[in-house]
């Protein structure tokens, strides 16, 4: 008999679909501290430097023809102007100085970056204050030659399902998908923006696989995982039954996947009659014919903040317009919904420097960055406006607290807005409305809904902080479940104010494609779901099967649960077997 070596791990699936093959692990390890040397050692040590420099500006010439070969001019221009600072004489001296004054080579590059990046910090200029970051990065691009460590498209040379404690959503967004089998994260959660990002581009993944990491080293880099995306399943060395079982598995997906497209026209119609109209959830064009594919009726949520994590300075209004542009046409007359920035927090940015924060999730993320930051708001809602002009836009402010913060959004849109029709430009017209993600929001949307047009309940953050639940702690998956009645009621209210105030009222949280979730947010009212492109043809099926009577007696029920459990029960019995 064979041994069955295979170590099985119960985690969170996270984005649905089978990965087999070889794993890698993701690990940016920190560089060495600068160490003093002797006088003696500098010339050796400046020759070190000086290869070193040059291999970095050689690497990053070869990477921006690859870029510019696969059609990314921009991005080929940013590596190309990064080769010309590695080979910046300017830079080179005011290492060398440091070594002779007894720095090794690594804590010479590094220090001589940040004097340079200070430098250019404090000047004027945006473009050339943005060009800071860019010399921190090449100068750690170096200081990692120095030291033999890999730099980031050294991560994933080949294929491999991605192994790491957590994945940071830049990461995640710039790593080759199509290198990506799969990804297992050792910590994370279902809402954490790496788990979105995955089941956005359709690679299955999985979070929260506590001691996966002492698993994978201990099989060794010659041994496969296979990751289930849709149970959470995950075996390390796997055995030809889980093999055989997987593969079932994979077969069955492929064929699910066929029906939701054949399925993609059907209304989502409830049996006595009351229609909920299902939207998706996108982060960049790429992803919209996908969607359309699938049956969404328009975009609830375009998470813009990928367009500005992929890249070392902001996109120009123009390019956003590209951007926006291509989703409405993609959407041919339905209505887009773009929301404005949403970084910090887990989105940090690095031509964005921020202060660091003790709770960044607590701190100057999303709009609230429109008080140091107005133009960064400006530039988008002036893109959004101009794509308007191609189709139905609407703009959605992330983090609104409170009424002031609404006014903050129209004095934004206003701004934008007047600027354009005094330069003449061609715009249309933009429905302007909120995230209603931070209780107080809810609590107080009474008193100014009447000034906006609409607004959409973004339930992951919603969750965490009504519950004080980090979004991406895997301890505490017990509290992630959005039927909790606490969020329960906050939706009810948001749907009473949305129907006095007379506004649209949308969820764009991932509560909305959770088929179970969609059946309690339709039987509290809400009769707009956005949600990952894949999760609508379950969604759609489970409100087809469902009557919306009973599921307003059963979310009645649900308010006056004790616990999310309890009131999840409720909506599993009313739902078709
Ligand atoms: C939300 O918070 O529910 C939401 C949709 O926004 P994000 O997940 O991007 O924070
Ligand atoms: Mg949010």
């Known amino acids: 008999m064979i041994e069955d070596r295979a170590v099985r791990i119960a985690a969170v699936a996270a984005a649905p679909g089978v990965a087999v093959g070889r794993w890698t692990e993701l690990r940016r390890t920190a560089l060495p501290a600068p160490r003093r040397i002797d006088q003696a050692d500098a010339p050796a040590e400046s020759a070190r ?14 990477l921006s023809d690859q870029v510019a070969e696969s059609g990314h001019e921009d991005e080929a221009a940013i590596f ?5 600072m590695a080979w910046d004489p300017a830079l080179m001296d005011a290492a060398i100085r440091e070594i002779e004054a007894g720095t090794d080579a690594n804590g010479a590059i590094r220090s001589a970056g940040q004097a340079t990046a200070a430098t250019l910090a404090a000047v004027e200029d945006e473009l050339i204050r943005g060009r800071s970051t860019d010399v921190l990065d090449v100068c750690d691009r170096i200081a990692r030659r120095l030291a033999g460590l890999p730099t980031d498209e050294d991560l994933l040379p080949a294929p491999a399902i991605v192994v790491a404690e957590d994945l940071a959503p830049s990461l995640t967004a710039t790593l080759p998908r199509e290198r990506i089998l799969g990804i297992a994260l050792e910590s994370g959660s279902a809402t954490s923006h790496a788990a979105i990002l995955a089941r956005a581009y359709g690679i299955p993944a999985v979070v929260g696989a506590a001691g996966l990491i002492a698993a994978v080293r201990a099989a060794g880099s010659s041994k496969d995982l296979a990751i289930d995306g849709s149970s959470g399943v995950v075996v390390v060395d796997p055995g030809d039954d889980d093999r055989v079982q997987l593969a079932e598995r994979a077969t069955a997906d492929r064929a699910a996947r066929e029906r939701d497209l054949e399925e993609a026209a059907l209304d989502a119609v409830t049996t ?8 998706a959830n996108i982060g960049g064009p790429d992803e919209a014919s996908a969607a359309v594919a699938l049956g969404a009726r328009g975009v609830g949520l375009f998470r813009t903040e990928f367009l500005f994590l992929e890249r070392n300075q902001p996109p120009s209004e123009d390019e956003q317009v590209d951007a926006y542009r291509r989703v409405v046409e993609a959407f041919g007359g339905a209505p887009v919904t773009i ?3 949403d ?16 709770n960044p999730f607590l701190g100057v993320r999303a709009l609230r960055l429109a008080a140091t930051r107005p133009e960064l708001f400006v530039t988008q809602l002036r893109a959004c406006y101009r794509a308007a002009a191609a189709g139905p836009v609407k ?15 129209l004095a934004l849109a206003s701004q934008a807005r007047s600027a354009l029709l005094a330069e003449g ?6 429905a302007l409305g909120v995230m209603l993600e931070i209780p107080s929001a809810v609590l107080t949307a009474p008193a100014w809904f009447g000034r906006t047009r609409f607004a959409s309940l973004g339930t992951n953050d919603l969750l965490q902080y009504t519950l004080a639940v980090d979004r991406g702690n895997p301890a505490l998956e017990r509290y992630r479940d959005s039927l909790h009645p606490a969020l329960l009621q906050l939706i009810g209210s948001a749907v009473r104010a949305a129907d006095a105030a007379g506004i649209e009222l949308s969820v764009c949280g991932e509560m909305a494609g959770d088929p179970v979730a969609a059946l309690a947010l339709v039987g509290l009212g809400v009769r707009s779901l956005s949600m990952t492109a894949p999760s609508l043809a379950a969604v759609r099926r489970a409100i087809r099967a469902a009557s919306a009577e009973r599921l307003r007696e059963a979310a009645a029920a649900a308010l006056a649960a004790p616990s999310a459990a309890e009131a999840r ?4 019995t009313v739902q078709p077997s």
Do not use: S
């Open 395 to 409: 703009v959605m402010a992330p983090m609104v607290a409170d009424g002031r913060d609404v006014e903050t959004l």
């Open 343 to 358: 970084v910090g927090g887990d989105k940090p940015i690095p031509y964005l420097p921020m202060p660091t924060e003790e």
């Open 49 to 62: 430097l000086k290869a070193a420099a040059n291999d970095a500006a050689l690497e990053l010439m070869a």
């Open 425 to 430: 430009v061609l715009i249309g017209d933009v």
């Open 569 to 572: 029960v409720l909506f599993v």
């Open 272 to 279: 006595d009659g009351i229609a909920v109209t299902l939207l």
């Open 80 to 84: 190309a102007a990064h080769a010309a």
């Open 339 to 341: 929301r404005l920035l």
